[in-house]
């Protein structure tokens, strides 16, 4: 869960290209998308975070930071139907690490690039992330309420979690694979990925 202390950052606008937005954000290591944004996340060896409107007004995009977190969603305050606005915004981002990325309510995102350790993705309430050439040793995908979530490239241990979704990690080449009986997701993997026990019994020692 995301704390709830809020800093709303300030969006400075550049002449770079004139519709786009300069959001001056560093040190961030993951991402929160909500309804209505779309992002596009690419590993570089500096931060860089632009957004423009697709359609309505680029001032209705609520940019804050939790943390280590960036968060994106459409500002609903103040309007009694909310719902019925054509704000619709596009966030790039270049960032040279991403731990962890979740995209929501019918929002998007398109990762590419990204290496280390671990990295953790989710989708959620419709939300629909693609990851992209990813190289990691834990890669955790986990999908609820109507996410979907398509990856490719590697990793050694792929996690896959979730109650209702779909994950498509076909193109993905993991050694072993490991599922909880709990999980309720619709999944694709490689037949050659290994499945090992997410629960495996007292060792006796």
Same mark, same amino acid.
């Given at each position: 869960m995301l704390k709830h202390v809020v800093v709303t950052l300030a969006l400075i606008a550049t002449p770079a290209l004139a519709d786009d937005l300069v959001i001056n954000q560093t040190g961030f290591t993951a991402v929160h998308v909500n309804e &209505?944004?779309?992002?596009?996340?690419?590993?570089? /060896?500096?931060?860089?975070? *632009?957004?423009?409107?697709?359609?309505? &007004?680029?001032?209705?995009?609520?940019?804050n930071r939790y943390d280590g977190w960036l968060v994106f969603s459409r500002d609903a305050r103040w309007f009694i139907f909310p719902n019925w606005r054509q704000d619709r915004f596009e966030v790039t981002i270049t960032t040279p690490v991403l731990n962890e990325i979740k995209v929501f309510d019918g929002s998007g995102a398109t990762v590419s690039g990204v290496t280390g350790?671990?990295?953790?993705?989710?989708?959620?309430?419709?939300?629909?992330l693609v990851l992209l050439d990813t190289d990691v040793a834990a890669l955790t995908l986990v999908v609820n309420d109507g996410g979907s979530l398509a990856a490719s490239g590697s990793c050694?241990?792929?996690?896959?979690a979730g109650a209702g979704g779909? %994950? &498509?990690?076909? !193109?993905?080449?993991? !050694? *072993?694979?490991? %599922? /909880? /009986?709990q999980s309720e997701v619709m999944s694709m993997i490689p037949d050659k990925v290994r499945i090992v026990d997410a629960h495996p019994g007292p060792s006796g020692d």
């Open positions: &209505d944004v779309t992002v596009t996340i690419k590993i570089g /060896p500096e931060y860089s975070v *632009t957004a423009r409107a697709i359609t309505g &007004d680029l001032s209705h995009l609520d940019v350790s671990a990295l953790r993705a989710e989708a959620a309430s419709g939300g629909a050694g241990q792929l996690t896959i779909l %994950i &498509d990690a076909s !193109a993905l080449a993991c !050694a *072993t694979a490991v %599922i /909880p /009986p």
